[in-house]
């Protein structure tokens, strides 16, 4: 069977490929063994931003009380399975929306594993037992927790935590990264003992250290306890050992370490080479997405993907701009571009830093803690951390005027409403 496009994969960059493919007109198929929508939808992004969104709303019932607002002493009791069966219901509505829509717009989806064989430089695919090919394949297969061999039940990855609907009393998460901040605020909230081990030096490893910083001070007081430089050398009989001394009875362990990408299988021994712009050692053969190993973020995995198929068929260099991030949970947490700390000299360049409390929307909110921090570089926006309520709104204006090459006095000239968050980005470059 001959087709233009084969895909390999509907995550993020797989969705993506297939519908640039689709409004092109091209013959397209596609070869997903799960879900459609990947992890993000299935075992990531979208089931535990549905568990915050609900932890956020029990989290306010205390902060209503305190503006003397709720009489209601019932609300503070919830069920835990019943949230996690909301949190299903969401996944399964977007799943079969995002299968419908293809499928609508023409994408043949093929529900079986796909391998590849390659042969004179070109591959093929072959699913259950039908060889197939294409002028291009595109490979989106994902990435996979990374775990550690503790030979325990009570020890999870993140897909295994979403595959749970029981609230453990206590737990020890492994890795401070976006998973782990994100389980650990999530648990807290409910109630849950939390304990965080870190093997780098500051939380957060990969984030600026001001947010590091701020990130501890957060956790301190919300009752997280953590520890820095250290590493769980063993854990037995509901007792985790870790290389300080210490020694943790928790229920649980969640090992939040990183993901891995994941390959096809090769019906065949071959090394494959994968490239910066998603282009392999095979002729018509590439990666996008987790599954290239270069930055594991589904919103970094769909532009991945437009990036490719514009080189492919539009003639448009490929191009990846900056990549924003963003830890969710209270209050958010955003970045993108250079951290202070990677700067070799800082005359070279100027930050502007704000706390959060300046603006008067904040204090509305009850969202006080935090900050706004902008690095130039002669006058251009080389880097923004965000500590604060829609700090995933605020970055996402940043990366435009990063990606537009506004300078500075650009976003002096720009009008932002009052009272809101955004206008904390004119303020701290006024008040720099």
Request: proline residues 3%.
């Amino acid at each position: 069977m001959n087709y233009d496009v084969a895909i390999i994969g509907l995550g993020p960059a797989g969705i993506e490929f297939a519908k640039e493919s689709l409004k092109k007109g091209l013959k397209t198929i596609a070869f997903e063994k799960s879900s459609a929508g990947g992890t993000c939808l299935n075992l990531g992004c979208i089931p535990t931003k549905a568990m915050l969104a609900c932890s956020e709303v029990f989290s306010k019932i205390n902060v209503y009380s305190k503006f003397n607002v709720l009489s209601n002493d019932n609300l503070n009791e919830f069920s835990f399975e019943n949230l996690c069966k909301k949190r299903n219901n969401i996944v399964s509505k977007l799943s079969s929306a995002v299968q419908k829509d293809l499928e609508q717009k023409g994408l043949k989806i093929v529900h079986q594993c796909a391998c590849l064989s390659i042969n004179n430089s070109l591959a093929t695919i072959i699913s259950n037992g039908v060889e197939y090919s294409a002028k291009n394949i595109i490979v989106a297969t994902g990435s996979a927790p990374i775990d550690l061999n503790f030979n325990s039940s009570d020890v999870l990855n993140s897909n295994q935590m979403l595959q749970t609907c029981a609230l453990p009393k206590s737990i020890l998460i492994i890795g401070s990264g976006a998973i782990g901040v994100e389980w650990a605020r999530l648990l807290n909230s409910f109630g849950t003992k939390v304990y965080i081990v870190e093997k780098a030096q500051n939380l957060a490893p990969t984030c600026d250290k001001d947010i590091s910083a701020r990130l501890e001070r957060i956790f301190k007081i919300s009752k997280i306890n953590f520890y820095k430089n250290t590493t769980v050398e063993n854990f037995s009989n509901g007792v985790a050992k870790l290389s300080c001394g210490v020694e943790i009875p928790c229920d649980k362990i969640l090992c939040a370490i990183g993901r891995k990408r994941v390959l096809p299988e090769f019906s065949t021994n071959f090394k494959l080479e994968i490239y910066n712009n998603c282009k392999t050692n095979v002729k018509n053969l590439f990666v996008a997405g987790d599954a290239s190993g270069i930055t594991m973020l589904a919103h970094a995995a769909s532009h991945q993907a437009r990036a490719l198929f514009n080189e492919l068929y539009n003639d448009i260099e490929f191009n990846m701009p900056n990549i924003p991030s963003v830890i969710y949970g209270s209050p958010e947490i955003a970045s993108i571009g250079i951290n202070e700390q990677d700067i070799d000299d800082l005359n070279d360049y100027k930050i502007y830093k704000l706390p959060i409390s300046y603006l008067a929307k904040s204090w509305c909110d009850d969202e006080i803690d935090g900050f706004i921090k902008i690095i130039s570089h002669n006058d251009f926006i080389v880097g923004a951390h965000i500590i604060s309520k829609e700090a995933s709104a605020l970055i996402s204006q940043i990366a435009i005027a990063m990606k537009a090459g506004l300078k500075i006095q650009d976003l002096i000239d720009v009008i932002f409403p009052h009272p809101t968050y955004s206008e904390g980005l004119l303020e701290a470059i006024l008040n720099g």
